[in-house]
């Protein structure tokens, strides 16, 4: 692994069915995000962790939870997915420490729920 | 709302040709971004400013703090610069994350 790693690359989902997107992150970062990608809109923060154990909120939440079990590993579930959550989803991940680094992206998810 | 904005939306250009794409955000930040995302691509992530300008190559990134704007310059351009440029910010005191501009479309022909 190098870098940052999310799992499935693209997924068709039955609206109603729950689905966890995976990301694994090998840099050692404290701080990881979930953003979702829409046309027209951009990019919009879902739910971050500063610190393995620690989560947080983002701008559209709802429908969306996350977990922080440990540093390399940021998981974020669907829990009755519905078509409005049809979208790209990218993790990232940063350094939280006082001069925070770049952001590194994975390779993004794309998620179509009919 | 904090708002990143962009500009232009779209811009096609002619190989060579030196490219400018402005952001503007509305309150204090820690840090800017410029990414980079190819269609049907991941982001990458091009430059990170808190001040000043950086150089990478054919592309500079320049902040001003005080006006709260920021520039990408691409210069000699070519047709692998195509592709989607976005800004994103880090404000200060506020929830964790980014908070993103739409992105400009960039084509340069050959």
């Known amino acids: 692994i190098a870098g940052i790693t999310q799992a499935p690359t693209s997924q068709i989902l039955a609206a109603g069915r729950r689905m966890t997107l995976r990301c694994t992150q090998d840099?050692?970062?404290?701080?990881m995000y979930w953003y979702r990608q829409d046309l027209g809109l951009g990019l919009r923060l879902i739910h971050y962790?500063?610190?393995?154990?620690?989560?947080g909120k983002g701008e559209v939440p709802d429908g969306y939870s996350v977990s922080r079990a440990n540093t390399d590993d940021f998981p974020l579930t669907l829990a009755s997915a519905v078509p409005s959550q049809t979208s790209v989803y990218f993790c990232?991940?940063?350094?939280?420490?006082?001069?925070?680094?770049?952001?590194?992206f994975g390779q993004g998810t794309r998620l179509t729920v009919v | 709302k904090n708002e990143v904005e962009q500009s232009p939306q779209n811009l096609t250009a002619q190989e060579g040709e030196f490219i400018t794409i402005n952001c503007s955000y509305s309150?204090?930040?820690?840090?800017l971004h410029w990414l980079q995302q190819h269609p049907g691509g991941g982001i990458v992530s091009l430059f990170m400013?808190?001040?000043g300008k950086k150089k990478h190559g054919r592309l500079i990134a320049t902040i001003n703090i005080q006006e709260k704007h920021s520039s990408l310059h691409i210069t000699a351009s070519h047709p692998r610069d195509s592709a989607v440029y976005i800004c994103?910010?880090?404000?200060?005191?506020?929830?964790?994350?980014?908070?993103f501009g739409k992105g400009t479309h960039l084509i340069i022909q050959p």
């Open positions: 990232a991940s940063s350094d939280s420490g006082q001069g925070r680094t770049e952001a590194f």
């Open positions: 840099m050692r970062h404290n701080a």
């Open positions: 962790s500063n610190t393995a154990g620690t989560t």
């Open positions: 309150v204090g930040i820690s840090a």
């Open positions: 400013l808190s001040s």
């Open positions: 994103a910010v880090r404000y200060r005191g506020g929830a964790d994350g980014l908070t």
